[in-house]
């Protein structure tokens, strides 16, 4: 069955592209335009062509399943070109999304209509790679340039409106937008046609414009942004066909890269954790409600993510001032997403309006999940999940926030254990996307349903997560951690470990990291361990927290942070403190370095593997991207490694 059916409307033909879930571009889909194309050229009845697409959306980019292999004719940029060049002029019908190759297609044709809910977009690099047939060429020339350099440069979809307004599309559609493509065809035939956007001017700009826009884009430590940036410059100084055969070897070139080798393997793993094989056709609960139990840091992250979804949260602290005082720090996350422009001012208030919070338990009584987030202490803990038990509905799911901790630890004797499950969110939990989700052996399958479904509703990336201590993000951590140590006790300094890591791709190296975050929490967990009367060798770390030194929160850390600053010091106080544990030796080079901490992180992912806390590679290296700041374009430390 062809992609692709004709209905014809008097003198103007209707091409259907139906090729589900997203109309992509296939080897299939371009045979049958290109032939769509011929035939009407040669139809002397069809004056102008309409192509729409059925299911929920445009055409939505490359067909995924091609990702990797090598192009069959026709070639897209080719189609794009036959399209633009028909006798017949066509009209693009935009709903849903128009991605990539789609918008694309769509910039091939003379007239372009978008429904007023579609987006259009070059996401492509975030696959590594740049829009490879036309879309830094003809956009420049219909949108400009500043809007062409941000759309490929960011990957960012573009709303209907924008769209309008940029020019990127004739009219914005509300209803029958099949009927107003039809109408505006058929309107055009026998008058003047616009030029072909290839044939358009393109305006130029300054070699500063170029320099301050590739100073900014090289902040990201990405290939494909500069590649992108590149291929649109050329198009405002090279001739089309040119500028063309610069955009397309460039992406042919990006394409076979190690960088988006790494991104496809990412994209691929973030669609299979959003939808595990394992829970199909199981359905989730509804959740309409949350109760949140502790309101630090913590806990206030947790209630402003779930408000931001459009929950209505209860959020329980110890007392009535703590409450008070709960409600004013998720309230001042509102007030920065405002300021920052992220929400409105009334959206803010409105966020903070649909929180209650009070010292009272029994308040949860009418939530359908309550989510402890208190200290990480295991009978303070069991205390809150034993009032839960007792306030909540008996199928109200109960969840834990615990990093360290055995949460069956916490369940032992609980009512209904099936309703029982870990979410782990990390800080500042409204900002980062890792959810780790934790079931323990009771957990029905519809509770680990409606915990992948809580994610998605959330924004958060979920990566199912077996019992162990740290689980495995925060069980890759101590292993990186102990390894940064290691090389400082061979004789490099704190701030070489740091800057081979920033070279590498994060944002902060191991000990920045600590510094900001608080050597002390690690170390009282050390410290409990220790009580329990279990075997911990004493860290670099602890002989820092224990001459009072627990990072920038107390002036100094890793580093010095003279006078309150944020600005890391080199400190002469730690190569005191530290001196009898450290040996001199050659300093290895910042890459041997990377490869060293990277290999360790990779080796505990192996460990985590094979006990089973981890079903596959990818899942691992989504934690590290999403959770720990390692650079997504090298794909994480089991991919890097050769391990994923």
């Given at each position: 069955m062809s992609a692709l059916t004709i209905d014809r409307e008097g003198e103007i033909a209707v091409a259907t592209l139906d090729n589900p879930p997203v109309n992509a571009i296939s080897a299939e889909v371009r045979r049958a335009l290109w032939e769509a194309v011929e035939t009407?050229?040669?139809?002397?009845?069809?004056?102008?062509?309409?192509?729409?697409?059925?299911?929920?959306?445009?055409?939505?980019g490359a067909d995924v399943k091609e990702f990797g292999l090598p192009p069959v004719a026709p070639h897209l940029p080719d189609l794009v070109a036959r399209i633009e060049a028909a006798a017949k002029p066509w009209t693009a019908a935009i709903h849903g999304a128009a991605l990539g190759g789609g918008l694309e297609i769509a910039l091939g044709c003379r007239f372009r209509l978008i429904d007023a809910e579609a987006r259009v977009g070059f996401p492509e690099v975030g696959l590594g790679v740049i829009p490879g047939a036309s879309g830094t060429v003809r956009t420049p020339r219909l949108a400009g340039v500043e809007a062409a350099v941000e759309m490929v440069t960011s990957g960012k979809p573009v709303p209907a409106p924008e769209a309008l307004r940029l020019g990127l599309v004739d009219a914005m559609v509300t209803g029958d937008l099949r009927g107003a493509a039809v109408s505006y065809a058929a309107s055009m035939i026998g008058g003047p046609l616009p030029e072909p956007v290839s044939a358009r001017p393109v305006e130029t700009r300054p070699d500063s414009y170029w320099a301050e826009s590739r100073a900014r884009l090289e902040k990201s430590g990405e290939t494909a942004p500069l590649r992108a940036l590149e291929a649109v410059r050329k198009a405002t100084e090279l001739p089309f066909d040119e500028a063309m055969a610069f955009e397309r070897a460039t992406f042919l070139a990006l394409r076979d890269s190690p960088e988006a080798a790494a991104l496809r393997h990412v994209f691929f793993a973030e669609r299979a954790a959003l939808r595990p094989a394992a829970l199909k056709g199981v359905a989730p609960r509804g959740i309409g409600s949350v109760g949140v139990v502790g309101g630090g840091t913590m806990g206030a992250g947790i209630a402003a993510a779930f408000r931001m979804a459009g929950m209505p949260v209860t959020l329980i602290e110890r007392d009535a001032g703590a409450a008070a005082r709960a409600h004013a720090a998720v309230s001042r996350i509102f007030e920065g997403a405002a300021a920052r422009g992220k929400l409105t001012g009334a959206e803010a208030g409105a966020l903070s309006d649909g929180l209650v919070c009070t010292d009272d338990h029994a308040a949860l009584g009418h939530v359908d999940l309550a989510i402890e987030a208190v200290f990480e202490d295991l009978a303070v803990k069991r205390a809150v999940f034993d009032d839960l038990a007792r306030v909540c509905r008996p199928d109200a799911i109960l969840a834990t926030n615990t990093s360290y901790l055995d949460p069956r630890c916490l369940a032992e004797g609980m009512p209904a254990p099936e309703r029982l499950i870990g979410l782990h969110f990390f800080s500042p939990a409204h900002v980062m996307k890792l959810l780790e989700i934790v079931?323990?052996?009771?957990?029905?399958?519809?509770?680990?349903?409606?915990?992948?479904?809580?994610?998605?509703?959330?924004?958060?990336?979920?990566?199912?997560?077996?019992?162990?201590?740290?689980?495995?993000?925060?069980?890759?951590?101590?292993?990186?951690?102990?390894?940064?140590?290691?090389?400082?006790?061979?004789?490099?300094?704190?701030?070489?470990v740091d800057a081979a890591m920033r070279g590498f791709g994060f944002r902060m190296g191991p000990f920045e990291a600590q510094d900001l975050g608080g050597l002390d929490i690690a170390f009282l967990q050390r410290e409990a361990a220790r009580a329990e009367g279990r075997d911990v060798p004493e860290t670099l770390a602890d002989i820092l927290v224990r001459a009072g030194r627990k990072g920038q929160k107390t002036g100094g850390g890793w580093y010095d942070y003279p006078e309150g600053g944020r600005r890391p010091v080199a400190s002469d106080a730690v190569a005191r403190l530290l001196a009898d544990r450290i040996a001199g030796g050659e300093v290895p080079a910042p890459e041997a370095i990377a490869e060293r901490l990277v290999g360790a992180m990779a080796d505990e992912g192996a460990a985590i593997l094979s006990e089973g806390i981890a079903e596959t590679a990818a899942q691992i290296d989504l934690v590290e991207i999403h959770g720990y700041g390692f650079p997504r374009a090298k794909g994480g430390p089991m991919h890097w490694t050769g391990r994923g």
């Open positions: 009407f050229d040669a139809d002397p009845e069809i004056r102008a062509v309409v192509l729409v697409c059925a299911g929920r959306s445009f055409i939505a079931p323990l052996p009771g957990t029905a399958p519809e509770v680990l349903a409606t915990a992948f479904d809580l994610a998605r509703r959330l924004g958060k990336m979920p990566v199912r997560a077996g019992i162990c201590e740290g689980f495995i993000g925060n069980r890759i951590l101590k292993r990186y951690r102990a390894a940064a140590e290691d090389l400082l006790a061979e004789g490099v300094p704190v701030a070489g």
